[in-house]
């Protein structure tokens, strides 16, 4: 092999080597915005539709207890469903929040404390029944909490979706990637042969 020869094999050699690390590289940064996309879905999305969706159970725990003036139940167990709403809504607000999601989150959290302070003025009339005024401030402020869950539910739907909107781009970046590595592979590797088998012409035969 003369030495021309062998310098553009090794020249496309190398310029095989920095196009497939190029590729790697670029496809690594997308497999991790696939991975943190896929993360953030779990622990901002799944995880938080949970919560409100315990929040809700909770909630109408204390609708049902309200409509049936139930007694023992803020004797005995309201003050421990207070203590879960405010502990998951300490949770909720450790995740990652949209603007929109905070102003809502933080809307809700001061409802709860507004319908625990008149729960803490609960009034139970003759007959063991909740003072009427009480009942109905405490069944607008639930609905009203419902209807704040309710947006949040909603964010977290539309969140999930644009987080697997932006990992489907990834995941099509990597296989365009992959695609036009294995091409480019492919043509490297006829130039190679080229270069090894053909002749070169007799005015760049320097041997």
């Not at 929109?100 to 404390?113: A, D, M, N, Q, V």
């Not at 947006?151 to 697997?164: A, V, Y």
Request: hydrophobic share 45%; net charge positive.
């Amino acid at each position: 092999m003369k030495w021309t020869s062998k310098i553009t094999c090794v020249v496309v050699f190398l310029t095989s080597l920095l196009l497939i690390f190029a590729m790697g590289r670029t496809n690594v940064r997308h497999y991790k915005n696939v991975k943190k996309s896929i993360e953030d879905i779990y622990k901002d999305r799944l995880v938080v539709n949970g919560m409100v969706y315990d929040l809700a159970s909770l909630l109408h725990k204390k609708e049902i207890a309200v409509i049936s003036s139930d007694k023992d139940f803020f004797d005995r167990t309201n003050s421990s469903i207070n203590l879960q709403i405010d502990e998951i809504i300490k949770e909720f607000k450790e995740t990652y929040l949209t603007n929109f999601e905070e102003k809502t989150l933080l809307r809700f959290e001061s409802g709860s404390k507004e319908l625990q302070s008149i729960e803490g003025k609960m009034i139970f009339e003759k007959g063991e029944e909740i003072n009427p005024l009480i009942a109905k401030r405490i069944l607008s402020l639930l609905e009203s909490l419902k209807v704040d869950l309710k947006t949040l539910s909603g964010i977290q739907l539309s969140e999930g979706k644009r987080k697997l909107q932006v990992s489907d781009k990834a995941v099509e970046a990597m296989e365009l990637n992959q695609t036009i590595e294995n091409y480019s592979i492919l043509v490297i590797g006829l130039m190679i042969l080229i270069v090894l088998l053909l002749p070169l012409p007799k005015k760049f035969d320097f041997k």
